[in-house]
């Protein structure tokens, strides 16, 4: 079958298999978290984007070759309450954006600012800071070499509009302006966007719906 983007919480991950890299994707209760498991085909390597909750799921998804790393994407709970039992499990490093790490009770081991690297393997992914959902959310870039870029998104941005700024005019203000700057300024539309719940999208198609989401306020 075809990558969809589509899991259900209790059911198959979906995999999108790409030249250089596979991506996993599991759904998790019970507010329907996506976490993404990234292999590197060279190295076998992998690395696990939020270990959101059911840490049995997750670490059935990982298998015996373990993690390398676990990058939570932010600081809010949903997105955390799996780390601690995944960790102690596999002995991954722990990653998040520098100014979420303090929101997140399991140690960071690697503090990410804006531009950074990552490495699964031989594969490469940069993390973007973006701000307004959480001071110190991050998204993951993976510019496939063979193909269009991958980017994974956390709560930031879905089909439809970014992530929830809860009323707050200025930080909406921000989340779009880094949203529209760092993601839409700097990548094409072909890039396929993993979010942190929900079905996946393209930046193609969002892009023509920006000028209205900004206008809304959310």
């Known amino acids: 079958m ?21 991506i996993s994707k599991v759904a998790v209760g019970p507010m329907d978290n996506n976490a993404y498991l990234l292999r590197c085909r060279a190295t076998g390597q992998q690395l696990l984007i939020d270990a959101a909750n059911d840490a049995g799921t997750l670490l059935e998804l990982i298998g015996d070759d373990g993690i390398a790393s676990v990058v939570t994407t932010h ?11 995944v960790v102690a499990a596999t002995g991954a490093r722990t990653c998040a954006g520098r100014y979420d790490a303090e929101g ?30 959480t001071p110190g959310s ?6 496939d070499p063979s193909g269009h870029p991958h980017l994974f998104t956390g709560d930031c941005l879905f089909p439809g509009g970014v992530g ?16 529209e700057n760092k993601l839409f300024g700097q990548l094409p539309d072909e890039t396929w966007v993993y979010p942190g ?3 996946d999208t393209t930046l193609g198609t969002e892009r023509p719906h920006l000028a209205e989401w900004r206008e809304r306020g959310w």
């Not at 589509?6 to 790409?18: C, F, I, Q, R, S």
């Not at 600081?75 to 039992?85: I, S």
């Not at 991050?138 to 510019?143: K, S």
């Not at 929830?164 to 949203?179: K, P, Q, S």
């Open 75 to 85: 600081r809010h709970g949903d997105h955390w309450q799996a780390l601690a039992e």
């Open 2 to 22: 075809p990558y969809s983007g589509n899991v259900t919480v209790g059911g198959p991950a979906d995999v999108h298999e790409l030249r250089d890299l596979m």
């Open 104 to 133: 997140i009770p399991v140690p960071t081991d690697v503090l990410l600012e804006d531009g950074d690297t990552l490495r699964v393997g031989e594969v490469e992914l940069t993390a973007r800071h973006l701000t307004g959902h």
């Open 197 to 199: 719940h929900g079905a």
């Open 138 to 143: 991050v998204a993951l870039v993976y510019d």
């Open 164 to 179: 929830n700024t809860f009323g707050d005019a200025e930080n909406f203000a921000r989340l779009i302006d880094d949203v």
